[in-house]
T-cell receptor, first 114, second 111 residues
């Protein structure tokens, strides 16, 4: 069974600081997704990582994927208040009844303070 | 706006009742996924349909069922509702295994 673990689950940052959110998964997969969710809102797709060594950047966020280590990171550079949200990683499952579907981590609630 | 629509936005009902949640996927997407998001369970995959056929099942209770119609919209039916079924229910659509786009969700409150 594919398991996805994110850490930290809660992150309080000061504006201007850098930090990294980690996403580990337990079985082989070749696709990893990062989503953002604002309180009470839907999930917004941030990044799709399709291969080992993939790196994608959008503004102050950069995501990377190491399929051998089964690890993805979401790096935040010079955080601003607008980045406050919950960030989820999700891994495509290739096994069992949920084959072809996304298994989500518990999410990292990010709060950026002035 | 992801292009995925869900109705209703909010639903308040009583225990033991039955409700139907509706989802219209993005134009051209054949896959529809249903997820449940609650504080204690997080975001859980319930069921997937592809072009009208059930493709995969996740942690979906027997009291819940879904279907996808010829026009590709999907409905999630929840019956014999319990307090613990209160949650945010999301629908997502995708082209096969590609990026999933999520709808705005339906917030279900069971009293």
């Amino acid at each position: 069974e594919l398991k996805v673990e994110q850490n930290p689950l809660f992150l309080s940052m000061q504006e201007g600081k850098n930090y990294t959110i980690y996403c580990n998964y337990s079985t082989t997969s070749d696709r990893l997704y990062w989503y953002r969710q604002d309180p009470g809102k839907s999930l917004e797709s941030l990044f799709v990582l399709l291969s080992n060594g993939a790196v994608k950047q959008e503004g102050r966020l950069m995501a990377s994927l190491d399929t051998k280590a089964r690890l993805s990171t979401l790096h935040i550079t010079a955080a601003v208040h607008d980045l406050s949200a919950t960030y989820f990683c999700a891994v495509l499952s290739h096994y069992g009844g949920s084959q072809g579907n996304l298994i989500f981590g518990k999410g990292t609630k990010l709060s950026v303070k002035p | 706006d992801s292009g995925v629509t869900q109705t209703p936005k909010h639903l308040i009902t009583a225990t033991g009742q039955r409700v139907t949640l509706r989802c219209s996927p993005r134009s051209g997407d054949l896959s529809v996924y249903w997820y449940q998001q609650s504080l204690d369970q997080g975001l859980q995959f319930l069921i997937q349909y592809y072009n009208g056929e059930e493709r995969a099942k996740g942690n979906i209770l027997e009291r819940f069922s879904a279907q996808q119609f010829p026009d590709l919209h999907s409905e999630l039916n929840l019956s014999s509702l319990e307090l613990g079924d209160s949650a945010l229910y999301f629908c997502a659509s995708a082209e096969t295994y590609n990026e999933q786009f999520f709808g705005p969700g339906t917030r279900l409150t069971v009293l």
